[in-house]
């Protein structure tokens, strides 16, 4: 076999999947060819394992060693590696959580692996440079309605049904966490990384609806129509004054056109 021919018989044979690789594997003592093959297969899904365990500590922590492990084993049997790096690997697992029995009897599990993956995303995220708040009071103030904000690319917005997060931040800290419970309606959340640490709050409707409208391209004037159907016209420009100047202190803007 040539080169290609041989690492695409051996893929195929780690992925379970019919193949001739045996034929070119030497099959002497200490082991046979079939031995052989068995130590590549169990480190391939081993590795893979290792990845999940890597993004989602804290689920691991949830589920416990057993359930952890057999779970993954369930996914990596459903979900092959499809990128060059394992660094991606796993980003199905909230999905795959969400439809699979018994996990999906646990909605809050499906949403804990969201979380921490989007941690992974934020962190991992390219960097930017972050404007103080003093660019914003050198714009002349009759531009304000047609400016537009970019934002650090970092930026993630989820909504999460259950309290997710307090349980992410109890097991973070190997404190007893609070039982799983559904809010009556799901809370917006931002995820932002600034100097190499990771950030997250829940925000109130008006922030998330000004936030979605900034980052969506939004200028000065849709950021205060979003806020618009929140609060009292008198309160708008205030709030939405009040909130750039947050977004510009904890580093989430870099750039004002």
């Given at each position: 076999?040539?080169?290609?021919?041989?690492?695409?018989?051996?893929?195929?044979?780690?992925?379970?999947?019919?193949?001739?690789?045996?034929?070119?594997?030497?099959?002497?003592?200490?082991?046979?060819?079939?031995?052989?093959?068995?130590?590549?297969?169990?480190?391939?899904?081993?590795?893979?394992?290792?990845?999940?365990?890597?993004?989602?500590?804290?689920?691991?922590?949830?589920?416990?060693?057993?359930?952890?492990?057999?779970?993954?084993?369930?996914?990596?049997?459903?979900?092959?590696?499809?990128?060059?790096?394992?660094?991606?690997?796993?980003?199905?697992l909230a999905e795959f959580l969400a439809a699979?029995?018994?996990?999906?009897?646990?909605?809050?599990?499906?949403?804990?692996?969201?979380?921490?993956?989007?941690?992974?995303?934020?962190?991992?995220?390219?960097?930017?440079?972050?404007?103080?708040?003093?660019?914003?009071?050198?714009?002349?103030?009759?531009?304000?309605?047609?400016?537009?904000?970019?934002?650090?690319?970092?930026?993630?917005?989820?909504?999460?049904?259950?309290?997710?997060?307090?349980?992410?931040?109890?097991?973070?800290?190997?404190?007893?966490?609070?039982?799983?419970?559904?809010?009556?309606?799901?809370?917006?959340?931002?995820?932002?990384?600034?100097?190499?640490?990771?950030?997250?709050?829940?925000?109130?409707?008006?922030?998330?609806?000004?936030?979605?409208?900034?980052?969506?391209?939004?200028?000065?004037?849709?950021?205060?129509?979003?806020?618009?159907?929140?609060?009292?016209?008198?309160?708008?420009?205030?709030?939405?004054?009040?909130?750039?100047?947050?977004?510009?202190?904890?580093?989430?803007?870099?750039?004002?056109?």
């Open positions: 076999m040539q080169l290609r021919e041989l690492q695409r018989e051996m893929q195929r044979d780690l992925l379970g999947r019919e193949s001739a690789i045996a034929a070119a594997i030497v099959d002497a003592p200490p082991l046979p060819a079939q031995a052989r093959l068995d130590i590549y297969r169990h480190a391939y899904r081993a590795r893979l394992g290792e990845a999940l365990d890597d993004v989602y500590p804290i689920l691991h922590k949830v589920l416990g060693d057993e359930t952890f492990a057999s779970m993954a084993e369930l996914f990596i049997e459903a979900h092959t590696s499809v990128h060059r790096s394992i660094r991606w690997y796993g980003s199905e699979q029995a018994p996990f999906a009897d646990q909605p809050v599990l499906a949403e804990l692996a969201q979380f921490e993956w989007t941690l992974s995303e934020v962190f991992d995220a390219p960097d930017a440079a972050a404007l103080d708040r003093s660019a914003l009071g050198a714009c002349d103030a009759a531009r304000w309605p047609s400016l537009t904000f970019r934002f650090h690319p970092s930026i993630r917005r989820r909504a999460l049904a259950w309290n997710t997060v307090p349980i992410w931040q109890s097991m973070s800290e190997d404190e007893t966490p609070p039982v799983p419970h559904a809010s009556p309606a799901p809370v917006p959340w931002v995820l932002w990384r600034q100097n190499f640490k990771n950030y997250f709050r829940s925000l109130d409707g008006a922030e998330g609806a000004a936030l979605d409208a900034a980052t969506n391209g939004g200028t000065f004037a849709q950021i205060c129509e979003a806020l618009g159907a929140f609060l009292p016209e008198e309160a708008v420009p205030l709030r939405a004054a009040t909130l750039l100047g947050g977004w510009f202190d904890g580093g989430m803007i870099v750039g004002i056109d």
